[in-house]
């Protein structure tokens, strides 16, 4: 096999909704002020029993319901997480227990908001090298456990869910080469510090770089693909404020595309929030199958992954 291809997707969210009303009840802001900042309504927050892995198997059943699979077919899980609070077993090696898989690989990642498509590469890897031929590719986040909810800049921002793919081998490769990096120098700029931590970051300076430096880098995306932005039916990038996506999408010029804009309404999931709501448009049928979607995840310790896949 050459490359490999998504079959299909899944996704998980807590049934608790909280709404930007429900926020200004406990810090100094108001609904139109969030909206205006960030583009955030709503979020979903978990319950002390939607742990990361619980979200993470939930997602991934629901991924592997869609893909013709079954769990003995799938011999590679890889999930990203940030905020997973166990260090062994991994929320990968949960998530085969709880779906009764055979004998897969499993691994987790942690490149925080990126982190899903960073997992995407290292399976698409996998698969091309030989090294396994089915897998699912997880993000899956309890964000709210590491928020600080006095500090009204951050606390609109996080919420919790899953997202999940399961991709297969290939003759013709429907998942493009990776293009991924990072800003050591801007590492700390969105940052979970000490133990337990909580989320913080430095939002101009991260606005400031998306906006300037990340459209080139998503036009590099396409390159490797051998496309042009305006060849693009969907772009999903990281869910991370509404008010960087929209100048992200105009600056890159996928004129043709859908823009994902889940962020509305579930808020900033971290790694969960590219196959979050890649799913979503999948389950609303948005985008036909096939058609070359870019996926792009930055932020937490200033990486960032991505790469053009055709449509599940």
Known sequence: MTGSRVLAAGHYQPAKVLTNNDIAKIVDTSDEWIQSRVGIKTRHIADPTETVDFMAAKAAEHALSGSGLTPADIDLVITATTTAIDRSPNVAARVADTLGLGSPATIDVNVACSGFCHALATADHAI????ARNAIVIGAERLTDFTDWTDRTTCVLTADGAGA????AADKP????VVWGSVPSLGSAVRIEGNPGTFAQEGQA???WATQSLPGIAREVCNRAGITPEDLGAVVFHQANLRIIEPLARKLGAVNAVIAQ???????TSAASVPLALSKLAADKAVPSGTPTLLFGFGGGLAYAGQVIEFP
């Open 128 to 131: 091309r090298a030989g090294a």
């Open 165 to 168: 793919v399961v991709i297969t």
């Open 174 to 177: 429907a998942i493009s080469p």
């Open 206 to 208: 991260v606005f400031r």
């Open 262 to 268: 889940d962020v509305v309404t579930s808020g900033n």
